[in-house]
């Protein structure tokens, strides 16, 4: 029998947390066979606007107090929400600031982003390499994080690995920090800007849903350090935008995780799933893994970054435990043996299982090997969960020819596991 890929595994678990929330934005309304004409936010101004002094400073006192725990600067931030609606307003130049501070709590709502999964994780190195011990590294995680209405987020942790040797997973700050959003960016293909300049650590971050394009949510987001061929540095992270009914893939991009600019993929590949950019150009060219088709995984080229059109089939189903689908679990890593894969292989009762595969350095269309059996499967103690049989990743980090595979399961919680480069190649055919 072929042998399987050797995992050591970390104790480790990342679980969700609903104690971690959000202040988004809200806005009641009537139903349309309802609505006779004044807006039911400008009938709760009128209402705030009536109180007297003593029960304004009431529920000014009861607001602060709900939320000063879990969040920071409350007051400038509801007065933030005020002035993002002050235009739809009747009388808003007569407003006190008590009052306006009142109305933006009445048009906010607090969300609880991770309540119900912590998930489906992507690592990076982390900008800062900086006072680490010799073999340690640092590095950042995104995670897809869902609430209410199986709406998905994009969280953040922080740690550090020592291959061989342990690995620590910073404590999130207890302060969830909502971006400052701009949806009328300015520049190529920007359709929105967030800046996070109240964070004061990453894992203050989080990333929720504000375009038309992610009413749902924001998914699966597959983060890459990318190298420049003028050697700078930025971060870019594919995702998945659900917006209910339709999908499509749009780009996050960042260069210290304080500010993001959201981009729209266009061109007929973007409307797949899974994308995965690789960490450089090849030929000059940018260079996509994809599953287009939703059961093979394809590989494109394009001349700009927003564009992707075209493609070619690069990997097919072959092993029963991929039989159903097949795809990437995050971006392709450069070893000096080529560009190491992880994949994804769907099989029998929807198990989700992750292999590998090396892809030609310079010809990436070049299917060198790949592992005949999964890597990581799903295990007994770890199989039940919101979808059951899934383990499932979006990126993996490789330093000192040892792999960090971050992962999720059950589409519930986070693990992670270590695997030697050589001893995962040994294993391909």
Known sequence: MTARAKLNFYDRVLRPDPSRTVVRPFEPNYPRDFDGG?????????????????????????????????HRDVDAMLLRRFNDIAGRIEGADRITVEQQRLIGAYCSEEFAYEAAALFNPSAVLHPD????????????????GIGEG????????TG??????????????????????DTCGRGEGIAARLCCAGSRTISETVLFPVLPSQTQGIEDTRLVRFCEDDGSISYHGTYTAFGGGQVRSELLSTA?????????????????????????RIAGKYAMLGRQDSKNIWLHFSDELLNWAGGEKLITPKFPWEF??????????????????????????????????????????????????????????????YVP?????????????????????????????????????????
Not at 45 to 61: F, S, T
Not at 269 to 280: H, I, T, V
């Open 38 to 70: 004044t807006s039911r936010t400008q009938e709760t101004v009128d209402l705030i606007v009536a109180l007297d002094e003593a029960e304004l400073a009431r529920q000014l006192k009861g607001v602060t107090l709900s939320l000063d725990e879990n």
């Open 129 to 144: 390499q900086s006072g680490l011990p010799v073999g340690t590294i640092r590095f950042v995680m995104s995670l897809r």
């Open 150 to 157: 199986h709406v998905s987020s994009v969280t953040f942790r």
């Open 160 to 181: 550090t690995w020592t291959p061989g040797g342990a690995l620590l997973v910073d404590d999130p700050s207890p302060t969830s920090v909502s971006p400052l959003i």
């Open 256 to 280: 210290d995780f304080r500010s993001f600019e959201m981009r729209v993929l266009t061109g007929q590949a973007s409307s797949g799933k899974g994308m995965a950019l690789f960490p450089r």
């Open 324 to 385: 159903v689908q097949m795809g990437n679990c995050g971006s392709p890593i450069e070893i000096d043996e080529g560009w190491l894969v992880m994949t994804h292989g769907v099989g029998t009762v929807r198990n989700y299982c992750i292999g590998a595969c090396l892809l030609d350095k310079n010809d990436p269309s070049k299917l060198l090997a790949r592992t005949p059996r999964p890597v990581l499967a799903p295990s007994p103690h770890e199989r039940d969960g």
């Open 389 to 429: 049989n899934v383990v499932y990743s979006c990126g993996v980090i490789v330093h000192d020819r040892t792999m960090l595979l971050p992962y999720g399961v059950a589409d519930s919680f986070t693990a992670f596991a270590t695997a030697s480069i050589d001893n995962l190649l040994s294993v391909m055919e």
